[in-house]
């Protein structure tokens, strides 16, 4: 089904929104840079979006949609061997999109001081941990606490320099310890 004018508008506005914060960062994510970024009227993005933070859950929402199509994909093909093996090898392969990676962490942090972004930033958590439910069979607790580890390595990540090398082994260590944890009644 085709998508109506203002529906591609805002799409566009939408990914101008992504670009802007990818390339100036969250600060610079302005209704007019956004208008600028992508070749619309102040009026038709203020329109679309009354509020910034109406403009950032939308990008936070397509960044969601997109972690988990891609994570989904990722899995179906790398969700064989040991969990502990497998979630060490998606840290690595989500460290290796770094911009892309940034952008979102950026978001997400936002979450904290914004309070009309948290729900979006809960459902991002939620989803990655529905993600490793079902893909790789964690209890609930144990797929929480995997995603906890996994934003930590993650966020490190952004921080480090890009030619810092991870110590894999300690993670898959830590992965190992998630899984093989007794569960708690």
Partial sequence: M??????????????????VIRRDGLQACTHRAVAEEAG???????????????????VMQLAIDEF???TRRWLQLNASG???????????????????????YELFVAAVSRPLLRPCAMNWLHEHETLLIEFLHLPPEKARAAVSFIDAWLMRGILDEPETVLLEELIRTVFRAIVTAPQAR
């Fill in 68 to 70: 988990s199509d891609s």
């Fill in 82 to 104: 040991a969990t502990e093996d497998i979630l060490t090898r998606f840290v690595m392969w989500t460290l290796s999109e770094r911009s892309r990676l940034s952008t979102e």
């Fill in 40 to 58: 619309v009227s102040l009026g038709t993005t203020t329109y679309q979006f009354r509020t910034l933070d109406d403009l950032l859950t939308a």
């Fill in 2 to 19: 085709s998508q109506s004018k203002s529906e591609v508008t805002k799409e566009k506005i939408i990914r101008a929104a992504t670009q």
